[in-house]
């Protein structure tokens, strides 16, 4: 049965300790201590961890455009953990093949060398990177990306991991580009016109 706590908040769970209580010279149970704790906000807590972390899940598996990538901290040497389907597409390498690899492959060699030094600075600091990169496929092409990173701490206050989510932005880039051809060609086309225009004066 729910009853109330001394805050008159409902207890819904309780860790229950039970100890006999043995006569010294028979070794009969002649009765029993008990121990009750609410463990209530604690149960409470970690359902709620418990549906945020499917809620994560949930995310991680159908965002097709958007990767998420999970890795350790060593450093040059740190090796993907997780690696969401998202992260499968739009690095061309698929979730077996990439758990385990070095995280080092996903980026340029003058990015991956500075890892030892983000990572101090993520542990100093507790918080990650946040812009725009070059990342690398699996087939060895570059692309624009945007990435942002998060340290993972553990109750102890070591760091544990690193999570990674990247964008490829090459289509906005290009799109970017294109509209900045268009711009120019508009303006060459206007001085052109200019160009024509006193041309013709000049003639008449």
Not at 6 to 17: N, T
Not at 70 to 77: L, R, S
Not at 151 to 179: C, H, L, T, W, Y
């Amino acid at each position: 049965d729910i009853v109330a706590g001394p805050d008159g908040a409902p207890v819904k769970w309780i860790e229950l300790y039970s100890y006999p209580i043995r006569d010294p010279d028979r070794g009969t149970v002649t009765g029993v201590v008990e121990f009750a704790r609410d463990i209530t906000s604690r149960r409470e807590a970690e359902d709620r961890l418990r549906q945020s972390e499917a809620n994560l899940r949930l995310v991680l598996e159908t965002a097709t455009n958007v990767a998420f990538i999970k890795t350790g901290t060593e450093g040059i040497d740190a090796r993907i953990i997780d690696f969401s389907p998202g992260a499968a597409i739009i690095f061309g390498l698929p979730q077996a093949a990439a758990i385990g690899r070095r995280v080092a492959e996903l980026h340029t060699p003058e990015d991956a060398a500075r890892f030892p030094e983000v990572q101090q600075a993520m542990r100093e600091h507790r918080r990650g990177f946040h812009g725009e990169i070059t990342m690398v496929r699996h087939s060895g092409e570059h692309f624009p990306a945007f990435l942002t990173t998060n340290p993972i701490f553990d109750q102890n206050d070591e760091m544990i991991a690193v999570i990674g989510v990247a964008i490829d932005i090459s289509e906005q880039k290009r799109a970017e580009e294109e509209q900045r051809t268009v711009e120019k060609l508009k303006s060459i086309g206007t001085l052109a016109g200019g160009i024509a225009h006193d041309f013709n004066n000049i003639l008449m």
